[in-house]
């Protein structure tokens, strides 16, 4: 059986990127959609053969717990809206994908949580890294010690942003912050996988150089984090400038994925001069495989709601720690809370 898999919100991410790559997957497919925009509905409907009892809006929504044809749900609409429809999802019934980040507080991602438990349906986030190989790669070297102790490990998630300055993301209410919330957290999860440990601290800065066009989100954030086996780490994310990679130097060597949180090829280089190099494939369509497997077969859930609500946690602290001038503010992780499996 695939699983048939109904999209909400259906703006770029979903058009360029989730619908075609529902195309290739082996374990779920496109069944239905819903959608705010009734000029969507028809052109949808025709491009991917929906049938209309599979197409919804946010008004009955929640009429898709009686429709057998959908398994999942899969949010990916502004970030303000992913606890919303993430429980109405889950209330009916349905196994969900969350967009990251996952809501704009830790108070929405216990709720999701929650939700889907008392409602036993599974929950997964839309962090696609965790089911491509480098990100893989990453994680067997530090695993493995190929490059002796993680010691240092920066990471760049950021892009310039110049366009409309009415879009959501530049809008706190829907989107919750800037560059942190949107790129900040890969470059949060690429400290994370590239030590293989939860932070036990971080301080952090923010800097502004257009606050005509940032009116009420952040710019430019940079943080340090410790980690429990004393490495040490430094994030930086922006909707100012662009950075998409990550370093790793341990006792033996070192590391670099260039870029390393895109959708790919990514591509990477190490201390003994080789290359690290994969096929391509769409990480979304990886992605979403791997969350079908673990609702059929049980396979591991690579991207746990736990993950989304440890980043956000994360984010909380470095927000926290600007507000308070840069103090170092303490996290206190159970060791390997939100890893995927
Ligand atoms: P987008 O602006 O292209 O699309 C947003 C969609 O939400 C549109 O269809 C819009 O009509 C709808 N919407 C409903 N209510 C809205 C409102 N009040 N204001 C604005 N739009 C509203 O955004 P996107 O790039 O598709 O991002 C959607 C979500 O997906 C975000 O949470 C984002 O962080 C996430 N995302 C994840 C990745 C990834 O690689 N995992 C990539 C892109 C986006």
Known sequence: KKLGIALVGLGSYSTYQLAPALQDTQHCYLAGIVTGTPEKEKVWANKYGIPEKNIYNYQNFDDIANNPEIDVVYVVLPNSMHAEFSIRAAKAGKHVICEKPMGISVAECDAIINVCKEAGVKLGMG???HSEPYTQQVKEFVREKTFG???FVSADAAYRSTGNPEQWRLDKKLSGGGALMNMGVYAVQSAIYGTGENPISVAAQEFSTRP??????????????KFPSGAVGNISTSHNFNANAMYVSGTSGWFRLQPANNYGPLSGVT????VIKFPHESQQKLQMDDFARHVLFDEPNKAPGEMGKRDMIIVEAIYKSIANGGETISLDFEPGFGFGG
Do not use: C, H, P, W
Request: proline share 0%.
């Open 149 to 151: 102790d993680v010691l």
């Open 212 to 225: 005509e066009y940032f009116k009420e989100t952040d710019e430019t954030i940079t943080a340090q984090f």
């Open 271 to 274: 201390s003994n001069g080789d």
């Open 127 to 129: 962090y696609r890294l």
